[in-house]
């Protein structure tokens, strides 16, 4: 497989042409952003981290049927996926209170929910990832109702997926951001599955193994990416 030109720079991976015109080469840097790149820093190997824990998710989920953009990895921070027409809507799945939802709603971190909420937000980065509705994703023509109705279903069986995995693992699954796109007809999970997109808690003492450690400066982000790797990985 050839790689060829830039296709896209985004602030977590780089994407690249290849000498097939359905297949794009997904390079996964150090670079850590939050706050909508407000806030910059560097998370030394979260590349190879979020690389492998990706692949291990998407090869989980194709598994159960879920169709990924996901091909195959090709090093420590490379691998070769499927080229989508990303849907502008990111699809964020709740399962406990946290982040913007407790900020949002005046609730306390950690409180469980009957039954997992399922949000959509705008992907703009100058616009700040506004949360819209359904409506307005069909209104503006960000997807049809046909798709959007697809990426729910298709995302919470992500999400019951996902937790019963990391569940054997001693892990929570707090929230999860999910991007899809068209392929052919077909709409596909594609990004990554990783502490960059997910809330992962450890089940028994509620610690954080994901992104917050470095949005909220709690320190050692290294060594909980690196633990949730070691963990999903047996």
């Excluded at 090093?75 to 499927?82: K, Y």
């Amino acid at each position: 497989m050839e790689k060829r030109a830039l296709n896209y720079e985004g602030k977590a991976k780089t994407l690249y042409t290849t000498d097939d015109p359905d297949l794009l080469i997904q390079y996964f840097k150090d670079d850590a952003t939050a706050f909508n790149a407000k806030k910059r820093g560097t998370i030394e190997q979260k590349g190879i981290v979020n690389n492998r824990m990706s692949e291990i998710f998407f090869t989980l989920l194709e598994r159960e049927g879920v169709r990924t953009h996901f091909v195959k990895r090709l090093s420590d921070r490379e691998m070769l996926v499927r080229r989508l027409e990303i849907v502008p809507v990111e699809t964020v799945v709740r399962n406990l209170v946290a982040g913007s939802l407790a900020k949002r709603l005046g609730r306390e971190e950690g409180g469980d929910l009957p039954r997992p909420i399922v949000e959509y937000y705008y992907k703009s980065d100058s616009l700040d990832d506004p949360m819209i509705l359904e409506d307005h994703a069909i209104a503006f023509g960000f997807a049809t109702e046909a798709e959007l109705a697809t990426i729910r279903a298709m995302a919470l069986k992500i999400n019951d997926v996902l937790r019963r995995f990391l569940d054997a693992r001693g892990i929570l699954l707090v929230d999860a951001k999910f991007e899809f796109g068209r392929y052919k007809g077909e709409i596909l999970l594609g990004d990554e599955i990783c502490p960059d997109t997910c809330r992962f808690w450890d089940k028994a003492t509620r610690e954080k193994l994901d992104k917050d450690r470095f949005r909220r400066d709690l320190g050692n982000v290294e060594g909980a990416y690196r633990e949730m790797m070691e963990r999903v990985s047996h």
